[in-house]
């Protein structure tokens, strides 16, 4: 049995897609592949116990039924963090060699997916990405996800603390990148990581489609109210412009984004005319101003959602930008697609060659 300790850089890298996508295409080459997620930050229900809501959603996508306590053996709650700060942390490691134990018989490849950052989540109480790692006998993959630049040094750190831990990081995938990064990352960084004893086993080229988040969500994640269309809430935004300039030049920049939400002041209906006309997915209504009647029918008659926030135009905008790069992977056919990506553009069998499969 091959344990794999999938984890990443930073938050929210990638690492249950890839879980998933490698997941499901052992399962399809006839391995039995088993799943755990040994530090959770997540809480939630599932079968009656609590667990962590990314190990939940792994295993329905990978078709297992394991008990949460096994596979989330510890569950990182506001008590358990009180706890922790206020009395050493024991037995906790114990608790998950226990539990991997349980969860790998009969199984060809564990995945184990790991929680935040490597190297520091989970080290005020010792369940730390090597500390695990060290504890399972188990070899690691890093996702690390492009960000105005790539992680490579930490990338380089975490092969020497594993290799202090006699532990092996088996690899990286680089995720995410920009197309005007991906000469950089595929000429210049690659070969770098890989002189240095880090194989690179894809570079995962940006889609606009994976950051993409239903409306109904953009709205909840906003703090705001859908006025119109709301039976069209499942539609999906790909990006986001901002209406704050002229409209002669807001509509040469909403002809390049079609599938953009415009975020424009609640005053401004010559912008919303413009962006309702065009098509746009959703409209986000800033300053807690409602449109005038005009709007609203024209938005309800084509099936537009209006969404009316608090925030001015500005923070909004920020705010978007952190639900983009903070939002978590639910929807089928974003999985679908996702696993696709993932597939092109990971070196599989490289992969597998290097796990011993």
């Known amino acids: 049995m091959v344990g794999l300790y999938i984890g ?9 897609l890839m879980a998933m996508a490698l997941g499901l295409k052992l399962q399809k080459e006839g391995f039995n592949v088993g799943y755990m997620k040994p530090v959770g930050a997540m809480p939630g229900l599932g079968k009656g116990k609590e ?4 190990a939940f959603f792994v295993q329905e996508v990978l078709g297992l039924s394991q008990d949460p306590e096994l596979v989330t053996p510890v569950l990182v709650t506001r008590d358990f963090k009180i706890k922790a700060f206020r009395t050493p942390c024991q037995g906790l490691l114990d608790g998950i060699v226990k539990a991997y134990g349980e969860l790998s018989k009969g199984k060809d490849v564990m995945l184990i997916g790991g929680s935040g950052s490597f190297l520091h989540a989970g080290r005020y109480c010792s369940v730390d990405g090597p500390s695990v790692v060290a504890a399972l006998g188990a070899k690691t993959l890093l996702i690390d996800r492009y960000n105005k630049e790539l992680n490579y040094d930490y990338l380089l750190s975490a092969k020497d603390i594993l290799e202090s831990k006699d532990c092996q990081l088996l690899g990286a995938v680089l995720n995410d990148v920009q197309p005007g990064y991906m000469a950089e990352a595929l000429d210049l960084v690659k ?3 890989e002189v240095r ?5 894809g570079v995962v080229p940006h889609d606009a489609f ?7 969500e953009l709205a909840e994640r906003l703090g705001g109210r859908i006025i119109t269309a709301a039976n069209k809430a499942d539609r999906l935004v790909d990006t986001f412009l901002i209406g704050t300039m002229q409209v002669e030049n807001f509509l040469t920049h909403f002809q390049r984004h079609k599938n953009a939400a415009v975020i424009v002041g ?4 010559d912008l919303q005319l ?11 209504l800033t300053g807690n101003l409602y449109p005038n009647d005009i709007i609203m029918t024209r938005a309800e008659v084509l099936g537009v959602p209006t969404i009316v926030v608090r925030g001015d135009t500005f923070s909004t905008a920020k705010l978007m930008e952190t639900v983009q790069a903070t939002q978590k992977l639910r929807a089928q056919v974003k999985i679908n697609h996702g696993a696709q990506l993932i597939n092109a553009s990971v070196d599989f069998p490289a992969l597998k060659k290097k796990l011993g499969l």
């Open 274 to 284: 413009v962006a309702l006309e065009g098509n746009c997915p959703c409209l986000v």
């Open 8 to 16: 990443s850089t930073a938050q929210f890298a990638g690492k249950n």
């Open 191 to 193: 070969p770098s990581l």
């Open 51 to 54: 667990g962590d809501e990314d």
């Open 210 to 216: 994976m950051s993409g988040i239903k409306v109904s």
């Open 197 to 201: 004893g880090i194989e690179v086993f």
């Open 266 to 269: 609640g005053d401004r209906a």
